[in-house]
């Protein structure tokens, strides 16, 4: 490869690495990414256990259950007729022939006949249920569930006059895993053709495209191998391989792309293949480098939440992001080494005419011109238009993810609702768990029937219907309560805080050496929200403060950073109210295909941040790193940001149109939270590309010139990682190199 004065790049040197070893560097990756796929998948992943997946109070008493062994996993099958009642001999014998059939199955215990009165019939006599229990956690209960709904769909093929259907904890689960499943299945075949549609858009050619989007998968493929290795100490979320997919394959594509791009616009500039491939690796590689770390860094604060949840997803992410940099500096510089310019094969007609990516982008020079003639005015529409779309943010409200999310079509939730309009009580539940030495003696005994008779005098709970289950060593009594409400409405809430604030202490909590929690889909909520709300500030500050000093050694000013934080915050928060505008209010039901829960999935907002916060970064990086790249060769400072940013016009379009495509495949999901995941990723980076790099970077750079570049002196001491001048918009590397141009002195603040 030809010299350049850029040599000490770490990118650079990575690339020039690859290039001269392309075969070690391509085969191998490719080894890496098939072995680390084959075997992550041959261990399979540890999932989340249903106890972890609690917080604060209800995780102390799903623990305590757990301990007791009061955790079985609760089935009902549901028999119905619109014409017989239960005492008539076929409804009987149904209900007789599921309790027969349902017992014989392993790991089937405590089943409840309706004959016998242990279960619930309808007031009007036409429908029952059978209750019953699959022994084991919930990861147990999903592999012996199949065996009980085989036995729950021959009675109901013994019985073609009834409606006999299963619902319950196992059996909810498996029908939302293969939900989630069949819908990764359906966003990873819609994914591809969208993403090489759009490459072959900016590229206009097959080769250029597909080196992308190889990048891409196979940083996917690597990344979901390798974290269901750990997985037996960090386990892992149920929605994680649709978070590596989303994340992954857009980074991946896109830090290939701006690298790509930038070898192509080298190579039109008159380079040699060599001298292109380096200079590529050392401005773009390098703020791919940068972009990535940001990224990584944002994605780091789910860490600090110290939900199992949010720490699965921090370490997918980090790790596809950290895949995907390390496959974009390495594998991509072999690749373009072994193509040189046969990277142009494969024109496509009327897409492959002209080059691409060369030059400036005569639309956003346009518009840059505007905005930088009148910087005040256009900080005040854009910035105004931000702020009128974060405002609904506001009144963000939160709802915990439940079946009630899934499509109302499937099987399961038809069941579902059926069974919790004919037996409202078995639908919401409050579990109050008392850990005492001896839950028979006289004071528990007394504590409990205090709570029941203060449980039944009150409105907020279904009455009758309160069950008591003692351990076998009688340390552990539950309580269950059904409650109104849906479970995450205010109803449900203000059942919660009558409990944990009234009931429980005046009669439970009182009794001399108990331990009183209480547990349920409400609590889980609150405690949730709790949980997360008291850790945000922590949250916050350490994703500010690593990025910020991330861009501060990177840019060497102060101002760089803060700007780039604060208008990474509009974007954010417009994202929230397109958010809020949608699913909350309901607004576009029909167009998206969704009934509104009346909030935001409660993990998302969390997520949402860091993943924007991140993402967003990408692109201000990629600019500045060009702006910066001009202002260090000595260009002036308002010149510099116009060149820039119209010089990266075509590549970050490109980038953003891939981003946003890909988001937007998760829409057409079925799964609500999917939906909203897209939906929030694809507004904020179509707005960060397009508002926020188009109108207030360059607007702001206008207004404060050559204080952008401020860093007090006292700072000086900041080590230089990367090149001051990466020598790409010098001429090529067979001539003498340029003598280095004095620095500008910066200004004084006054």
């Given at each position: ?519 349920g889909d409400a609590a889980q909520s609150a405690d949730f929200a709790s949980n997360l709300s008291s850790r945000l ?136 939270d999917f939906k909203e995941l897209g939906l929030g990723l694809a507004a904020a980076v179509l707005i960060d590309a ?61």
């Amino acid at each position: 490869m030809d010299s350049h004065p850029s040599s000490h790049n770490l990118a650079a040197r990575m690339a020039r690495w690859s290039s001269k070893h392309r075969k070690k560097a391509f085969w191998g990756w490719l080894v890496f990414a098939i072995l680390a796929l084959a075997i992550g998948t041959a261990m399979g992943s540890t999932p989340i256990s249903d106890v972890d997946g609690y917080n604060g109070e209800s995780h102390d008493a799903e623990a305590a259950l757990d301990r007791a062994g009061l955790r079985p996993q609760s089935e009902v099958v549901f028999v119905q007729s619109d014409k017989l009642t239960i005492k008539d001999p076929r409804f009987e014998a149904a209900v007789a022939d599921v309790v027969r059939s349902v017992s014989k199955v392993p790991y089937v215990q405590n089943v409840e006949s309706p004959l016998r009165g242990e279960s619930a019939v309808s007031k009007d006599g036409h429908a029952a249920l059978v209750n019953f229990d699959v022994a084991g956690d919930s990861v147990e209960a999903k592999e012996r569930i199949d065996p009980v709904l085989a036995a729950t769909a021959a009675a109901q093929k013994r019985h073609p006059d009834l409606a006999v259907e299963q619902i319950g904890s196992a059996s909810a689960a498996k029908a939302v895993n293969a939900t989630i499943t069949d819908d990764l299945k359906s966003a990873g075949l819609l994914s591809l053709p969208v993403t090489l549609i759009l490459l072959l858009i900016t590229f206009g050619t097959l080769v250029a495209a597909g080196v992308p989007l190889w990048i891409g998968l196979s940083s996917v493929m690597a990344a979901l191998g390798l974290v269901a290795l750990p997985s037996g100490i960090l386990p892992v979320d149920d929605n994680l391989p649709a978070v590596i997919l989303l994340i992954g394959l857009a980074v991946g594509v896109d830090y290939s792309l701006f690298y790509l791009k930038r070898e192509r616009e080298e190579r039109a500039a008159g380079r040699s293949e060599g001298a292109a491939l380096e200079a590529a690796a050392a401005t773009s590689g390098r703020a791919v480098l940068i972009s990535g770390a940001t990224v990584m860094v944002a994605m780091a604060g789910m860490l600090i939440s110290g939900d199992k949840s949010f720490i699965s997803f921090a370490e997918g992410t980090i790790l596809v992001v950290a895949v995907a940099v390390f496959a974009s500096l390495t594998v991509l510089p072999a690749m373009l080494s072994w193509l040189g310019d046969r990277v142009e094969k494969g024109r496509v007609p009327i897409l492959g005419s002209r080059r691409r990516g060369v030059g400036e982008s005569r639309f956003w020079s346009s518009v840059t011109g505007a905005v930088m003639r009148r910087p005040g005015l256009s900080i005040v529409l854009a910035g105004g238009l931000l702020v009128a779309l974060a405002i609904p943010a506001l009144g963000m409200k939160s709802v915990n993810s439940d079946i009630d999310e899934l499509p109302g079509d499937l099987p399961v939730i038809q069941t579902y609702n059926k069974v919790k309009k004919i037996f409202p009580a078995e639908g919401v539940t409050a579990i109050v768990v008392m850990e005492v030495d001896d839950v028979t003696a006289g004071g528990p005994t007394t504590g409990i029937a205090a709570l029941i008779n203060r449980v039944d005098a009150s409105p907020k709970f279904f009455k009758p219907g309160t069950e008591l289950i003692e351990s076998k060593d009688r340390t552990v009594a539950q309580i269950n309560i059904p409650t109104i409400g849906s479970g995450t409405d205010q109803a449900s809430l203000d059942a919660l805080n009558k409990l944990r604030d009234d009931i429980v202490p005046a009669t439970v909590g009182a009794v001399d050496g108990a331990t009183v929690n209480v547990s349920g889909d409400a609590a889980q909520s609150a405690d949730f929200a709790s949980n997360l709300s008291s850790r945000l500030p922590l949250i916050f500050a350490f994703v500010f403060g690593l990025a910020f000093l991330l861009m501060l050694v990177t840019f060497r000013s102060i101002v760089i950073p803060i700007k780039a934080i604060l208008l990474n915050l509009l974007s954010v928060g417009a994202a929230y109210g397109v958010l809020v505008l949608v699913f909350q209010n309901g607004n576009g039901e029909s167009l998206i295909g969704f009934t509104s829960n009346g909030g935001v999935a409660n993990w998302l907002p969390l997520f949402l941040f860091v993943v924007l916060f991140g993402l967003s970064m990408d692109y201000h990086v990629f600019i500045l790193s060009r702006v910066k790249e001009l202002v260090d060769g000595g260009m002036p400072t308002d010149e510099a940001v116009r060149k820039g940013i119209t010089s990266t016009a075509g590549t970050v379009t490109s980038a953003a149109a891939v981003m946003v495509g890909v988001f937007l495949v998760f829409v057409t999901l079925s799964f609500i939270d999917f939906k909203e995941l897209g939906l929030g990723l694809a507004a904020a980076v179509l707005i960060d590309a397009t508002i926020i790099r188009g109108v207030l970077l360059p607007a702001t750079m206008r207004v404060l010139g050559d204080w952008n570049w401020y860093l007090p002196s006292w700072l000086e001491w900041l080590p230089r990682i990367g090149a001051e001048r990466d020598g790409a918009e010098s001429a090529p590397p067979a001539d003498p190199p340029a003598p280095e141009i004095p620095a500008k002195p910066k200004p004084v603040p006054v």
